[in-house]
């Protein structure tokens, strides 16, 4: 996918200037830490924060909502990595390079100046290798708890039928929408018993096969499933540091055998380990057999 450049006023830099605004130092994020609340603060802003100290625990409010969160024993950089305002950070250093075309010149031919960057190539482009009538569709959603309004959205999927799912993360639920951004339904509620949601972070669907809608749930720490209706199937994982445990699960993704990737933001695995586990889907259930292969962790389907 292309975008166009845009001049070093534009309302898109602007926009991209504020989101990678700390709101604590107000200025632009350094080693920038997610909270369990899925705000993110610099992580020298975040050791600045006056602490609570209940029964030998410390705890820190959050700046933006003042959500009580528990201080890791290794200190605020042992929060999770705010991946997001990373990869925007980057978007923006490429929105400031190629805001003037003449700075930059094609990937491709080498010699007409660049109009665009292609984001999935990771090159610059002149017009012969963009799309030229590559223009602005539509956007769709607001701020709001209503049907069709989000609180902080941190992923989206596309099902076989072109419906859009998309994680509502403080409204702890799930979206989804028509092709064209229209509501369709939601599911899912604050809670944690089967069908509840708790800050849902990552969401990816089994296109390939059964269908199925997958959900991390940063705060109840385990992946939940639904039918494309809405309809709980089940749940697996907990909070802990076993093989078969999560803190703060975030990214998912299928890989072309169905194997389920699981982002586990802060737990660290042993060396010999992947950072990322794999977990093979059976559309009956999902085994608990465990056992190490060629330095990765992979869940047996039975």
Wanted: aromatic share 10%; with cysteine.
């Amino acid at each position: 996918m292309a975008t166009k450049p845009s001049s070093s006023s534009s309302p898109g830099l602007l926009k991209l200037e504020e989101q990678l605004t700390c709101p604590v130092c107000l200025d632009h994020y350094t080693n920038p830490k997610t909270l369990p609340c899925l705000h993110s603060f610099c992580e020298h802003c975040l050791e600045g924060l006056a602490l609570d100290k209940k029964n030998e625990t410390y705890y820190l409010s959050c700046p933006t909502c003042r959500h009580c969160t528990e201080l890791p024993e290794e200190g605020a950089g042992a929060f999770p990595v705010a991946f997001h305002v990373n990869n925007l950070k980057e978007i923006y250093s490429l929105m400031k390079k190629v805001a003037d075309p003449e700075q930059v010149t094609c990937d491709n031919c080498t010699t007409a100046n660049a109009t665009g960057y292609c984001k999935d190539c990771n090159q610059f482009l002149c017009t012969e290798f963009l799309n030229p009538d590559l223009t602005f569709s539509h956007s769709f959603g607001s701020k709001g708890s209503a049907n069709g309004q989000f609180q902080y959205l941190s992923d989206i999927a596309i099902d076989s039928q072109g419906l859009v799912y998309v994680t509502d993360s403080c409204n702890h639920r799930i979206q989804k929408f028509s092709p064209d951004g229209k509501f369709v339904d939601q599911f899912g509620n604050e809670g944690s018993g089967p069908g509840q949601l708790s800050i849902p972070a990552g969401l990816t669907i089994d296109t390939a096969a059964t269908g199925l809608v997958y959900v991390s749930e940063y705060s109840n720490n385990r992946i939940s499933v639904f039918t494309s209706d809405g309809v709980f199937v089940r749940k697996f994982g907990s909070e802990g540091s076993n093989i078969d445990q999560f803190k703060y699960p975030y990214g998912l993704a299928f890989d072309k055998d169905r194997v389920l990737y699981v982002c586990d933001s802060v737990i660290k695995l042993p060396e010999q380990w992947a950072e990322l586990w794999n977990y093979k889907i059976n559309t009956q259930m999902i085994d608990n057999w465990v056992k190490t292969l060629k330095d990765k962790i992979i869940l047996e389907t039975m």
